[in-house]
């Protein structure tokens, strides 16, 4: 057993000392679901009154008095209906439900109508704890003593298995770990994530807003958010152009028939919105690209000569994501796909993954993201109604994409039943500067599209033929590219990404105008900048400035003006230098012109 697997044990333990714990202080509470997480474990409770993080030491004091006590974890088999009268006579009308899924559907996974049942069981297993019992496979330490140290982090409200229309609960959220120095050591790093939360430092340094007369999931980007969205996509931009391809624009709406014909209507519908009528004909809003660059394709006959052709699209997306789990630019419900399709015969696949990968890289690179992995999603061959077309199809897409992970000597792992309907792909996992995973750049491979539409070249035999199609999605979307960068930077961004690359400061009234001057020079070389004129101390400007992040400050004076050298401060050190205008006008040419 993993190190990784023994902690997930204890986790899992301390889950269940928790809830026993707050089952000590409210008698009356009710149960939902308490698995581990990364880094910690959660349990939701239906409680009297709602919780204040005054309660917390409350609730850690109980669960230290049961790890004192070495309380033992008892595991036990019941039939099923014997499980489902135990926990009505308890009260816990939760686990009844979870119960009544297992004898039904033989899972407690929301299911859809129609969709495959699991095999039901005869027996569940239950584990108690004092008083507490709990519907659990375990495992699970051998007493709570074991539980080594611990801390609740926080509280939040969560739907009852997900679903709005169900009770809010109350969730309550720790983390256990091996020793104090260990759980030291993740305070510290929860402590910084805190500070770098793109939420807080997108308000504090202007780069988006939400507004309740807009809508939930919607934000706008402020002049700050604008420039860094205009950064990112000339980056992409310039990577596409070095390998050919073809930027186009599609509209944000679509027939409801197009979902249905390429079968996203199927699958997807309830990420999207509600469709609406326009004449006689019913539309909806797009929840990506796909289909729209299906009909380019689709718009005129193909050679074998033409492939691999490259269509891209920064293309804005509406996807309806629940309230709850709506977060800052991370989860948004407009959302700005950096999308491409590229159609390739089959021989061209490998060639065009090595280049998609290469082009990747330098995207990261770019981005000072050098630790990631790649996720590579496959089929559940059990799941005959999410997956399109034929077993060995599938096998063989899924192959392919394996062997090319290793020749490029990529990190991977396997994560059966995460591929889209028509086909396995691969998602890119950045770890940024705290050791946090975040989804990016995500490649699919699909075998099935272009047959099921009908699009067609002809092969060098002169037989019509039909293409592969490679989906690739730069970033995942602009937004959380956004909310990451901000995150991974504390909001200080590499002078190429910065909003504000340089901020002038005048020393008093009368240099105002020699550092407006100054300004518009900067400006026709292309940077960014902007003067500080207030009628306030220099210290006071550089703090202004030190706070927004700006990377180079510029204070003007009589010397600077009746001088031929400028007074630089960077941001972060306290110390200002002397340089000649063109050497620092070549140095910062030079930093935007390579991104370093």
Request: aromatic content about 10%.
């Amino acid at each position: 057993m993993s190190n990784q697997e023994k902690l997930n044990i204890m986790r899992h333990s301390a889950a269940h000392v928790m809830a026993a714990a707050v089952l000590k202080l409210f008698p009356d509470a009710k149960f939902g679901i308490g698995p581990t997480i990364e880094d910690g474990f959660y349990y939701d409770f239906e409680l009297p009154r709602n919780l204040s993080p005054e309660d917390l030491p409350k609730i850690e004091q109980a669960m230290s008095e049961i790890v004192k006590n070495k309380e033992k974890f008892a595991g036990q088999e019941l039939g099923i209906d014997q499980a489902v009268k135990l926990f009505k006579d308890l009260k816990q009308d939760y686990k009844v439900e979870l119960l009544n899924d297992l004898k039904q559907k033989g899972t407690t996974e929301v299911k859809e109508e129609g969709q495959e049942l699991f095999e039901k069981p005869d027996k569940v297993s239950i584990y108690k704890l004092g008083d507490f019992v709990d519907l659990c496979r375990g495992p699970h330490l051998r007493h709570a003593g074991e539980v080594k140290v611990f801390k609740l982090t926080s509280i939040a409200g969560a739907y009852w298995r997900g679903d709005e229309k169900n009770p809010m609960l109350q969730r309550i959220y720790g983390t256990a770990w091996e020793n104090q120095k260990e759980l030291d050591a993740y305070l510290k790093n929860r402590e910084e994530a805190t500070k770098r939360d793109h939420r807080k430092l997108g308000k504090e340094l202007e780069i988006f807003m939400f507004n309740e007369n807009i809508g939930k999931g919607l934000p706008l980007l402020l002049p700050n958010g604008r420039v860094l969205r205009e950064e990112i996509l000339k980056l992409e931009t310039e990577i596409e152009n070095r390998v050919g391809y073809e930027r186009v624009w599609t509209p944000h709406i679509a027939k409801s028939d197009l979902y249905k014909l390429t079968g996203h209507w199927e699958h997807y519908r309830e990420c999207m919105f509600s469709p609406f009528g326009v004449d006689d004909e019913t539309y909806v809003l797009r929840p990506m690209t796909c289909p729209h660059h299906y009909m380019i394709y689709k718009n005129k006959s193909r050679s074998w000569r033409d492939l691999p052709l490259r269509i891209a699209e920064d293309g804005t997306c509406y996807r309806y994501e629940k309230s709850g789990e709506l977060g800052g630019l991370a989860r948004v419900r407009c959302l700005t796909i950096d999308d491409a399709h590229i159609f390739v015969t089959p021989d061209q696949v490998k060639d065009e993954y090595r280049l998609l990968i290469k082009m990747v890289q330098q995207m990261f690179e770019a981005f000072k993201l050098k630790d990631y992995y790649v996720s590579l999603s496959t089929h559940d061959p059990k799941d005959k109604k999410k997956y399109i077309a034929d077993e060995a199809t599938w096998n063989k897409a899924e192959k392919s994409l394996e062997e090319i992970l290793k020749e490029n000597k990529i990190k991977y792992e396997l994560c059966p039943g995460e591929a889209a309907f028509y086909g396995p792909k691969l998602d890119f996992i950045v770890h940024d500067v705290l050791g946090r995973e975040w989804q990016m750049s995500t490649l699919q491979i699909d075998f099935f599209m272009a047959e099921r539409l009908g699009l067609t070249y002809v092969d060098k035999k002169g037989n019509p033929a039909h293409p592969i199609i490679v989906h690739r999605g730069f970033t995942g979307s602009l937004e959380r590219t956004i909310a990451m960068l901000i995150e991974h930077f504390a909001g200080a961004f590499p002078v190429w990404l910065s909003p504000t690359q340089i901020k002038i400061i005048s020393v008093g009234a009368d240099h105002i105008e020699h550092c407006r001057e100054l300004a518009r020079e900067f400006m026709d070389i292309g940077a960014r900048v902007q003067v500080d004129d207030m009628n306030e101390t220099v210290g006071n400007k550089i703090r202004k400035a030190e706070k927004e992040r700006v990377p180079y400050m510029l204070v003007i004076g009589d010397k600077e003006i009746g001088g031929k050298e400028l007074s630089i401060r960077e941001r972060g050190v306290k110390k200002t230098y002397k340089i000649k205008k063109q050497e620092f006008i070549d140095k910062i040419l030079k930093q935007i012109k390579e991104r370093s």
